[in-house]
T-cell receptor, first 111, second 112 residues
Framework: AQTVTQSQPEMSVQEAETVTLSCTYDTSENNYYLFWYKQPPSRQMILVIRQEAYKQQNATENRFSVNFQKAAKSFSLKISDSQLGDTAMYFCAFNNNDMRFGAGTRLTVKP | NAGVTQTPKFRILKIGQSMTLQCTQDMNHNYMYWYRQDPGMGLKLIYYSVGAGITDKGEVPNGYNVSRSTTEDFPLRLELAAPSQTSVYFC???????????FGPGTRLTVL
C-alpha cells in the first residue's frame, strides 16, 4: 500500500525567512502525481503545488517550490519569504489510483 | 462557479441515528470523492466515484454508503451513527483521476 510520511508535526519560521517541509512516500508505481495542500484554520483545503512524477523539473509556484527526488521518494516543499498568511497545516499527498495524505505539518509564521 | 459545496456545515447526531451528507459540484467533473479527517490527522478516502452510476470503496468505507445518480451530486449516507464516526468530512472532485482535487468546505460531524 502507498504511504505518505511527514516527519515534522510542527514547525515555525520567522516572517520573511525560508522554511522547508519534508515528505517521503512509498510506492512501487512509476507514474503518479504529488501535491502539497494547505489547510488554514478555516478548514478549507487549498492546493499549493503539484508535481507529475514523469517530469524531472521541480515545480514552482511563486514563493513555493518543491524538491522532488524520485529515486529517494522524497517531495519537500520550500516556502520562501514566509508570510503570516502562510500559517496553516500543510499536507503532502500522493495520487496514483487513490489519493493518500500524510498526517500534516503545522506551520506557524512568527512576526 | 460555486465549485464544490457541502451541506450541512455542522451536525450533531445521537448514536444509532442516520443522516446524509450532501455534496454538489458545478465543474462538470467526472470524479468525486469523500474523505474523513480525524483530529490531528490527514484525510482518508471513504468512497469515490468515476462517473454517474459508478462508485467504489476507498480506504475506510465501513459504516458508510454512497450513490451517484448524476454527475453533480455525490451524497454520503451514515446508517447507524457511532462515536467513531465523529470527524470532519470533505467532499472533493477532479476532472481527471490522478489530477488535483478540488475540495468542499467540509462538514463537522459529532456523534454522541
Amino acid at each position: 500500500a502507498q504511504t505518505v510520511t511527514q516527519s515534522q508535526p510542527e514547525m515555525s519560521v520567522q516572517e520573511a525567512e525560508t522554511v522547508t517541509l519534508s515528505c517521503t512516500y512509498d510506492t512501487s508505481e512509476n507514474n503518479y502525481y504529488l501535491f502539497w495542500y494547505k489547510q488554514p484554520p478555516s478548514r478549507q483545503m487549498i492546493l499549493v503545488i503539484r508535481q507529475e512524477a514523469y517530469k524531472q523539473q521541480n515545480a514552482t509556484e511563486n514563493r513555493f517550490s518543491v524538491n522532488f527526488q524520485k529515486a529517494a521518494k522524497s517531495f519537500s516543499l520550500k516556502i520562501s519569504d514566509s508570510q503570516l498568511g502562510d500559517t496553516a497545516m500543510y499536507f503532502c499527498a500522493f495520487n496514483n489510483n487513490d489519493m493518500r495524505f500524510g498526517a500534516g505539518t503545522r506551520l506557524t509564521v512568527k512576526p | 462557479n460555486a465549485g464544490v459545496t457541502q451541506t450541512p456545515k455542522f451536525r450533531i447526531l445521537k448514536i444509532g441515528q442516520s443522516m446524509t451528507l450532501q455534496c454538489t459540484q458545478d465543474m462538470n467533473h467526472n470524479y468525486m470523492y469523500w474523505y474523513r479527517q480525524d483530529p490531528g490527522m490527514g484525510l482518508k478516502l471513504i468512497y469515490y466515484s468515476v462517473g454517474a452510476g459508478i462508485t467504489d470503496k476507498g480506504e475506510v468505507p465501513n459504516g458508510y454508503n454512497v450513490s451517484r445518480s448524476t454527475t453533480e451530486d455525490f451524497p454520503l449516507r451514515l446508517e447507524l451513527a457511532a462515536p467513531s464516526q465523529t470527524s470532519v468530512y470533505f467532499c472533493a472532485s477532479s476532472p481527471l483521476f490522478k489530477n488535483e482535487q478540488f475540495f468542499g468546505p467540509g462538514t463537522r460531524l459529532t456523534v454522541l
